[in-house]
């Protein structure tokens, strides 16, 4: 595989639009609809100029991307990182499109991003960049029109800036602008666990189908932030043997089980999994292949790719991360039997549980912590039927039985709605 062709695969939107494409196919998509689907409504560039702790000033860019509104508000996640890229911003803000039609949830999708490196930026700087591009992109968000999230290197302390950032301007607070809050200013219970609880909710979906039990299940989570930690402790709670877990500066494999809780405390101090008595080292890629029956990717894009996708041991592959897998490893996963949940079932107990957050909200009534786990367990477990029951219809893998469920859906509220003119 030459150059061009390997940045190709490893591009979220490059991968994305294959899939699409595909999906549009089996489903007899009008080309004009195709076209139409295939584009985002609105791509946003904003340039930050901040003051630096040290005086100097300094200017940072930023993206939002609004790939659809026919099924309701924007919704998706901002990110900070080096690497941040439009065309990767482009290409998850069409993932959540599908990821909120999968789901039948009323969103539609965006995704956000400045280029920046939070690990060499104090709080006080992130909190300007963070204030400063809300502002910029004002006039294009809100409840009803588009309602960030967090995203990597995002939290929920970012949130409560774009909320009161969004509040001061519009001159009364705005709890709904934003999802994934502190609980105090109007987030839900249980959203900083729904994408992890989401990921073992389809998990033991998987297993009843080919009649496993959770005890005789070993686990490889690769990632171990939010998603990862959360879905490594809900496993393990349930009964779970989690043999591996990596973070970005490696990771660490036990045949026997990790002693989760302990390695969590672990990580709360060192700040990663490395040296962690209760296991052996390993690279966070090598992980991907070893022997395990779930795979977990939890951390970041395209580690599944076209190079090792026919070293992958697992037998079922749940994507917590976001596009973990490239198109061209899909054919290889699906030849050697591999049971892939996709990212946008896999992990779309998130965006669920940001949606209750947002009907909180906008009626000023909160649920117990029970209540949005039975909601968020009622709407996974029937998502994940209606792909695996598309894909048995119209001889697909599930990746592409949940884009052609999702794109189906957001075709079907095109129609109705017509195109303005």
Not at 26 to 31: A, C, G, I, S
Not at 255 to 270: F, K, M, T
Request: aromatic residues 8%; negative net charge.
């Amino acid at each position: 595989m030459g150059v061009v062709e390997t940045e190709k695969e490893l591009s979220v939107y490059e991968s994305m639009a294959a899939r699409f494409d595909v999906a549009a196919r089996k489903l007899n998509l009008d080309e004009g609809l195709c076209k139409y689907l295939r584009k985002p409504n609105r791509e946003i560039i904003v340039h930050i100029p901040i003051g630096l702790d040290s005086g100097q000033l300094e200017v940072f860019d930023g993206f939002r991307v609004q790939h659809s509104i026919a099924r309701g508000p924007c919704k998706g996640g901002l990110r900070y990182g080096p690497n941040v890229t439009l065309d990767e911003i482009r290409g998850l803000a069409a993932e959540m499109t599908w990821k909120c039609a999968v789901v039948n949830i009323p969103f539609g999708g965006a995704k956000g991003g400045v280029i920046c490196d939070p690990a060499k930026l104090s709080q006080a700087e992130l909190e300007r960049i963070t204030r400063r591009y809300t502002a910029e992109i004002l006039d294009y968000i809100g409840p009803e029109r588009d309602v960030p999230a967090p995203d990597m290197n995002t939290n929920e302390q970012t949130m409560a800036w774009i909320m009161d950032t969004y509040s001061m301007h519009v001159r009364h607070t705005v709890t709904a602008s934003v999802t994934g809050k502190p609980v105090d200013l109007g987030g839900s219970r249980g959203r900083r666990e729904a994408t992890g609880r989401g990921c073992m909710i389809v998990c033991d979906e998987a297993l009843k189908r080919f009649g496993r039990d959770r005890q005789a299940t070993r686990v490889i989570v690769q990632g171990f932030g939010n998603v990862g930690s959360q879905a490594a402790r809900l496993m393990h709670e349930a009964g779970y043997k989690i043999v591996g877990v990596a973070d970005i500066q490696g990771g660490i494999l036990n045949s026997r089980g990790l002693d989760i809780p302990a390695l969590i405390e672990y990580v709360a101090q060192h700040k990663t999994v490395l040296g962690f008595p209760g296991g052996e080292a390993t690279g966070n890629l090598e992980i991907l292949e070893q022997d395990c029956d779930v795979l977990l990717p939890a951390a970041t894009e395209s580690v599944i790719t076209s190079q090792n996708a026919d070293k992958i041991k697992a037998r079922i592959l749940v994507e917590g991360a976001n596009s973990p897998t490239t198109a061209p490893a899909d054919d290889i996963l699906f030849e050697r039997g591999v049971f892939v949940i996709p990212d946008i079932l896999a992990n779309a107990g998130g965006v669920t549980v940001s949606y209750f957050e947002w009907v909180q909200d906008r009626q000023g009534y909160f649920w117990t912590e029970d209540d949005v786990n039975d909601r968020l367990k009622h709407i996974q477990v029937l998502a994940f039927n209606d792909v695996v029951a598309y894909g048995e219809k119209h001889g697909v893998n599930n990746r592409i039985a949940a884009y052609m469920l999702a794109i189906d859906r957001v075709a079907f509220s095109l129609k109705l709605r017509g195109i303005y003119a």
